[in-house]
T-cell receptor
Framework: DTGVSQDPRHKITKRGQNVTFRCDPI?????LYWYRQTLGQGPEFLTY????????KSRLLSDRFSAERPKGSFSTLEIQRTEQGDSAMYLC????????????FGPGTRLTVT | KQEVTQIPAALSVPEGENLVLNCSFT??????LQWFRQDPGKGLTSLLL?????REQTSGRLNASLDKSSGRSTLYIAASQPGDSATYLC??????????FGKGTRLHILP
């Protein structure tokens, strides 16, 4: 399968614990995006990378959140000291820089904080 | 700031009917507009992508139109089936490469 993959698909954690998610983009894509989707809402942009450089972070990304893409391939999103409000679907997407500006989405990681 | 609005928020129609989902956006400076399908608890499935220079795209029973100047798109579903029941999301790719999503239309096809 050559699509975007995410791991784990589901994560249940207790409030206050740290969690880390992984995204593997389509191999030729140099851009990688993270989005968050809460119940009843559309996904919202969190951050994106071009190669290994993190180019932009949304104000939604509090200081408890950190994302990395150390070698310009896979990316990790870590949430420290999780809160119940962090419960959401975390979606990863990848694309080429430039036209046709199409992002390909992974299946998402559903986080439940109890 | 780009805003994407989808109307209606929810829709129930009998099987076999044709239906239209609406999407509007406030900033016409977009690269493309995309319609996604999302089943409960699942990720996004891309249905149709319309580049900013295009007016419509078709795939099977689905047809999406784009009127960039008026900031509107429609998704037309012909001969609806129970398997079409899902949430349909409209999204635009802004010139800064970020995708802005609407909140979706929850579609229920009644058998």
């Amino acid at each position: 399968d050559t699509g975007v993959s995410q791991d784990p698909r589901h994560k249940i954690t207790k409030r206050g614990q740290n969690v880390t998610f992984r995204c593997d983009p389509i191999s030729e894509h140099n851009r990688l995006y993270w989005y968050r989707q809460t119940l009843g809402q559309g996904p919202e942009f969190l951050t994106y990378f071009q190669n290994e450089a993190q180019l932009e972070k949304s104000r939604l990304l509090s200081d408890r959140f950190s994302a990395e893409r150390p070698k310009g391939s896979f990316s990790t999103l870590e949430i420290q000291r999780t809160e119940q409000g962090d419960s959401a679907m975390y979606l990863c997407a990848s694309s080429f820089q430039g036209a046709p500006y199409e992002q390909y989405f992974g299946p998402g990681t559903r986080l439940t904080v109890t | 700031k780009q805003e994407v609005t989808q109307i209606p928020a929810a829709l129930s129609v009998p099987e076999g009917e044709n239906l239209v989902l609406n999407c509007s956006f406030t900033d016409s400076a977009i690269y493309n507009l995309q319609w996604f399908r999302q089943d409960p608890g699942k990720g996004l499935t891309s249905l149709l992508l319309i580049q900013s220079s295009q007016r419509e795209q078709t795939s099977g029973r689905l047809n999406a139109s784009l009127d960039k100047s008026s900031g509107r798109s429609t998704l037309y579903i012909a001969a609806s089936q129970p398997g079409d029941s899902a949430t349909y999301l409209c999204a635009v790719t802004n010139r800064d490469d970020k995708i802005i999503f609407g909140k979706g239309t929850r579609l229920h096809i009644l058998p």
